[in-house]
């Protein structure tokens, strides 16, 4: 599986960006498609999950993100409103074979993108 992440970009205070990520190598219906966030000398930290069953959200990013999936496509997204200048970061999207339950732990994602940048300055 190979993943390529797109969509970053830099916006004002307040507005809005969508995060995408196409998988390529096999169906991933079945994987875990996760993002995950950096910022230079930080660990790189989680953002948000989805499964077949339930999607997840680290808190400072609840009610203004969405993570959301598309099977046919082969692809996953990351709506993000209301962004505030912490947001700013790396994203990379992660993909992990084993669909259930939904982790937050780096380690147990098996397939990475290759980051895009969101920066979030007026």
């Known amino acids: 599986v190979q993943l390529q992440a797109s969509g970053g970009g830099l916006v004002q205070p307040g507005g809005s960006l969508t995060l995408s990520c196409a998988a390529t190598?096999?169906?991933?219906?079945?994987?875990?498609m996760a993002w995950f966030r950096q910022t230079p000398g930080k660990e790189r930290e989680f953002v948000a999950a989805?499964?077949?069953?339930?999607?997840d959200y680290t808190d400072p990013v609840k009610g203004r993100f969405t993570i959301s999936r598309d099977s046919a496509r082969n692809t996953v997204y990351l709506q993000m409103n209301s962004l505030k200048p912490e947001d700013t970061a790396v994203y990379y999207c992660?993909?992990?074979?084993?669909?259930?339950?939904?982790?937050?732990?780096?380690?147990?994602?098996?397939?990475w993108g290759q980051g895009t940048q969101v920066t979030v300055s007026s």
């Open positions: 992660a993909a992990r074979r084993i669909g259930y339950p939904i982790s937050t732990l780096e380690s147990n994602y098996d397939y």
């Open positions: 190598g096999r169906p991933f219906s079945g994987y875990a």
């Open positions: 989805i499964t077949s069953r339930r999607s």
